[in-house]
């Protein structure tokens, strides 16, 4: 590995360690085995590099949120079906013990934000990605092929509802809610709106 690819990987090791506002540049350094100009000249700033390190965090546990595929490579539930969106969320909630940490470096960033306002204008623009990234896995639809309409409306529905759930799971795991339990609620506003 190079120095930027070595500056990524030890801020990712401070974020999960220490969190956004506790690590620092040194402690960057002294963890990749690299030195202060490296970082500015790979990545800008130190926030730039933490912000770069959250981003690839975040990336890896979306990748654990995925149910799989079945033996012939088809979804294991009819994509937009209420038995997918089940086993969706089971998936993400089953990855909560694996990525508790980035989910509570996320709250971090949540929380601090009006403190660290370049990052969190970084941070907001990476939401787009994030949103069109979780799509496919309900819907089927490939990411590159998915249109701005259904990343902003089916896109944001998701992100709203995983980023409640992470707050339940994170604070008190025996009371959060299931994906049975969301599936079901789920159901009953389909329904209800069917009705009016």
Same mark, same amino acid.
């Given at each position: ?103 509570? @470096?996320?709250?971090? &960033?949540? =929380? /601090?934000?009006?403190?660290? *306002? ?5 941070? !907001?623009?990476?939401? $787009? ?31 709203? @509802?995983?980023?409640? &759930?992470? =707050? /339940?799971?994170?604070?008190? *795991? ?5 994906? !049975?339990?969301?599936? $079901? ?12």
């Amino acid at each position: 590995m190079g120095h930027r690819e070595d500056l990524l990987e030890g801020a990712k090791r401070c974020l999960l360690e220490k969190g956004f506002l506790r690590t620092t540049a040194r402690d960057i350094v002294k963890e990749s085995g690299t030195n202060l100009a490296s970082i500015g000249y790979h990545y800008g700033s130190k926030d730039a590099l933490l912000v770069q390190a959250y981003v690839s965090l975040i990336e890896g546990a979306g990748d654990e949120f995925d149910p799989g595929w079945g033996a012939g490579g088809e979804m294991t539930a009819a994509a937009g079906s209420l038995e997918r969106f089940q086993e969706v969320w089971a998936s993400i909630i089953g990855s909560v013990p694996r990525t508790r940490a980035i989910w509570l @470096l996320s709250f971090e &960033l949540i =929380v /601090q934000g009006d403190r660290l *306002p370049e990052v969190r204008k970084l941070l !907001a623009e990476a939401q $787009e990605e994030g949103r069109s990234g979780i799509v496919p896995m309900f819907n089927g639809i490939p990411e590159d092929e998915l249109d701005k309409e259904t990343v902003d409306t089916e896109g944001r529905f998701y992100q709203t @509802l995983l980023n409640g &759930l992470m =707050v /339940q799971w994170l604070f008190d *795991p025996d009371s959060a809610t299931d994906a !049975a339990q969301l599936t $079901e609620g789920l159901r009953r506003v389909i329904a209800g709106a069917a009705q009016s």
